[in-house]
């Protein structure tokens, strides 16, 4: 089956540390893959994706994410950690349907909170 | 401009009463998207729009019934809907339903059914 997974509920770190939120994946074929936040009681905001190239993908707001294919990796990381940066993010593959159709599977979400 | 709008923001109606969801969005895009969520979980796709045919329906009860009336708007028609129904409906687009392209969310609508 075709699926995402974030193995954490919640991610604590300090205002100024590094973050690392988890993300692996199982799909057949190439992965296409997509991280996006969601702030309180509202839409998701897109924050970065990986389609091919290179492994370490720049996005929004400083955050990059690293694709590791041996791995099945797609962790969202950003070297020094805002307060603002709490927040719920989902990450989410791409699984291709019939004729030539595609959706989007998301995780269950990891809620990030930076303390000060 | 990357927005899509949604209204209304809040909801509330009854089981027997009839309502409609609306989406906009002015980039161009030419997929659009309902999505459902629930408290605490992800968003679940309801409906896909590509070129404002219905391309993909995932098994939805049909108290729910989409629209597509020209390439900028989504409806979404909801009618006698069950408690178990309230989420924050979320409308998306995409330039186009290959989904290299990133989806781009309105901010919901919250509905409440009582």
């Known amino acids: 089956a075709q699926s995402v997974a974030q193995p954490e509920d919640q991610v604590n770190v300090a205002e100024g540390n590094p973050l690392t939120v988890k993300c692996t994946y199982s799909?057949?074929?190439?992965?296409?893959l997509f991280w996006y936040v969601q702030y309180p009681n509202r839409g998701l905001q897109f924050l970065l994706k990986?389609?091919?190239?290179?492994?370490l993908v720049k996005g929004s707001y400083g955050f990059e994410a690293e694709f590791n294919k041996s791995q099945t990796s797609f962790h969202l990381k950003k070297p020094s950690a805002l307060v603002s940066d709490s927040d719920l993010y989902f990450c989410?593959?791409?699984?291709?349907?019939?004729?030539?159709?595609?959706?989007?599977?998301f995780g269950a979400g990891t809620r990030l909170a930076v303390h000060p | 401009d990357t927005e899509v709008t949604q209204t209304p923001k809040h909801l509330v109606m009854g089981m027997t009463n009839k309502k409609s969801l609306k989406c906009e969005q002015h980039?161009?895009?030419?997929?659009m998207y309902w999505y459902k969520q629930k408290a605490k979980k992800p968003p679940e796709l309801m409906f896909v729009?590509?070129?404002?045919?219905?391309?993909i329906n995932e098994s939805v009860p049909s108290r729910f019934s989409p629209e597509c009336p020209n390439s900028s708007l989504l409806n979404l028609h909801l009618h006698a809907l069950q408690p178990e129904d309230s989420a924050l409906y979320l409308c998306?687009?995409?330039?186009?339903?290959?989904?290299?392209?990133?989806?781009?969310f309105g901010p919901g609508t919250r509905l409440t059914v009582t």
């Open positions: 980039m161009g895009h030419r997929a």
């Open positions: 729009y590509s070129y404002e045919k219905l391309s």
């Open positions: 799909v057949s074929g190439n992965p296409y």
């Open positions: 990986y389609i091919t190239g290179d492994n």
């Open positions: 998306a687009s995409s330039q186009d339903r290959t989904t290299t392209y990133e989806q781009y």
């Open positions: 989410a593959v791409r699984v291709p349907q019939g004729g030539g159709y595609n959706k989007l599977i």
